[in-house]
C-alpha cells in the first residue's frame, strides 16, 4: 500500500526527527545546508532557517516527520522565481514518497504564494534518483547548465540539471 | 582584442571594436541605441526619450557597476555597451558566476560587432576575475541574431528556460548560453600554436 504523505508547517519540536535527515551526509551532500551533528544544532537550523520562512514544511508519513520540502523566492525577481528544495531521511527512499510531496507542493505553493510564476528546481548531474523524482513530480527538464552550482566543502564548481514547474503547468 | 578562430573572416581595421569606460560625456553617444525601441525591445527598459535619462543613468548605474563597458569602433566613438554582473554567492559561499548582456546601435548589426565585443569581454573578466568559472547569457527566444552572436563568440547553448524573465510586463521564455573556464583552456591551445 502507497505511504500516507501529508505536508504541514516543521517547528522546534520536530528537532528529533529533523536530525534522522538533517544529520546525514548521504541525504544532504546535495544540498547547500550544513549537516545537523547535534540536537543543539537541529534546534538552532530551525529556529535561524525554517521558523521564518516563506514556505517550509515537514513531510510526513502517517503523520510523522521523514523529511522536509521548502520554496525559496529569488531575491531580485519581486517574487515571480522561487527554488525548491527537498530532503528525505534515508530510509524512506524508493517509495514515492519525495515525488508525492512535491506534487502537493505545486498543488498548493503557487496560490500560497501569490505572484509566483516559476518554481525552479537544480539538481547535480549526478543526483539521477533526484532527477526522477522532478520528473515524477510532473517538472519539465530545460537543460544542464555547466559550473552552475557551488561544489560541497569547497570543490569546484558542478554541472547541474535545471527544471521548472510553471503556474501555468497546473491543470 | 582579437580572437581569431578557424573559418572567421578577419576584420577589416575599421571595424575593430575596443571596450572603454564610460563617462558622462558619452551621454549623446549613449542615446544612439537607448532611445532606439527596436534596441530596447530585447531589454527590460523602455527607450529613453530624452538624453537627460542617458544622463541619469550613466551616473547611477554604469559608474558604480561592477563591470560595464562601452563598445567602441576605430573613431573611439560608442556605438554600444555591454555589463558583466557577478552573480551573489549563496549562503555566503564564494563567487563562482556572472552574466553579461549586451547592447549595440541600428546602425552597427550585422557586421559582428557584438560577437566581438562578447569575445573581448570574456578575455577580459576572466582575465580580471579569477574566481570566475561561468559567464552567463540568455537571449529572447525570438531573438534569434542574438543566439548567433553568443554561439559565434563560444557559448554553448544550453537550453530554454520558460518565463524565466519578465521584459516590458511579459514573462518571456530565454535561452540560457554558457561560456566555461574549460571552454577557455580549450579555445587557447590554437592561439599558443600560432604565436611565432
Keep these: 500500500m502507497a505511504p500516507v504523505v501529508s505536508l504541514r508547517p516543521l517547528g522546534l519540536a520536530d528537532a528529533d526527527a529533523f536530525m534522522a535527515w538533517a544529520s546525514d551526509d548521504r541525504v544532504m551532500r546535495f544540498l547547500k545546508r550544513p549537516l545537523c551533528a547535534t540536537r543543539e544544532q537541529a534546534v538552532a537550523q530551525i529556529r ?19 523529511g522536509q520540502v521548502s520554496v525559496w523566492p529569488y531575491a531580485d525577481e519581486g517574487g515571480r522565481r522561487a527554488n525548491l528544495g527537498y530532503a528525505l531521511a534515508r530510509d524512506h527512499w524508493g517509495r514515492g514518497i519525495a515525488a508525492a510531496a512535491i506534487r502537493m507542493v505545486v498543488g498548493r505553493v503557487f496560490d500560497d504564494l501569490p505572484g509566483l510564476e516559476r518554481l525552479e528546481a537544480v539538481t547535480d548531474v549526478d543526483n539521477v534518483r533526484s532527477q526522477r523524482v522532478l520528473e515524477k513530480a510532473g517538472f ?14 569547497g570543490g569546484e564548481a558542478r554541472d547541474a540539471v535545471i527544471y521548472s514547474f510553471l503556474s501555468s503547468d497546473r491543470a | 582584442m582579437e580572437l581569431q578562430q578557424g573559418g572567421a573572416p578577419a ?36 527607450a529613453y526619450e530624452h538624453v537627460d535619462q542617458a544622463r541619469h543613468y550613466i551616473s547611477d548605474h554604469v559608474l558604480p557597476h561592477p563591470w560595464y563597458r562601452a563598445i567602441c569602433l576605430a573613431d573611439g566613438v560608442p556605438v554600444g555597451s555591454i ?82 524573465i519578465v521584459l516590458k510586463g511579459r514573462p518571456r521564455d530565454m535561452v540560457m548560453f554558457s ?18
Design chain 2, 179 to 196: 561560456l566555461v573556464d574549460t571552454d577557455r583552456h580549450q579555445q587557447k591551445q590554437p592561439m599558443e600554436s600560432s604565436r611565432p
Design chain 1, 140 to 153: 519539465q527538464t530545460e537543460g544542464v547548465l555547466r559550473r552552475y552550482i557551488a561544489g560541497r566543502g
Design chain 1, 48 to 66: 535561524d532557517t525554517v521558523l521564518g520562512h516563506p514556505w517550509f514544511r515537514a513531510v510526513c508519513v502517517a503523520g510523522r516527520p521523514v
Design chain 2, 11 to 46: 576584420a577589416e581595421p575599421d571595424d575593430e571594436v575596443t571596450l572603454r569606460e564610460f563617462t558622462l560625456a558619452d551621454a549623446e553617444a549613449f542615446m544612439s541605441w537607448a532611445s532606439d525601441p527596436r534596441v530596447a525591445r530585447f531589454q527590460r527598459r523602455d
Design chain 2, 83 to 164: 555589463s558583466v554582473k557577478p552573480a551573489p554567492a549563496e549562503g555566503g559561499g564564494r563567487l563562482f558566476r556572472a552574466s553579461v548582456g549586451y547592447r549595440v546601435a541600428r546602425a552597427h548589426w550585422g557586421r559582428g560587432v557584438a560577437t566581438r565585443a562578447v569575445r573581448a569581454a570574456a578575455e577580459a573578466v576572466f582575465a580580471a576575475w579569477p574566481w570566475l568559472l561561468r559567464l552567463e547569457a540568455v537571449a529572447d527566444v525570438e531573438n534569434p541574431a542574438s543566439q548567433r552572436v553568443l554561439e559565434k563568440a563560444g557559448f554553448v547553448r544550453e537550453g530554454v528556460l520558460r518565463k524565466y
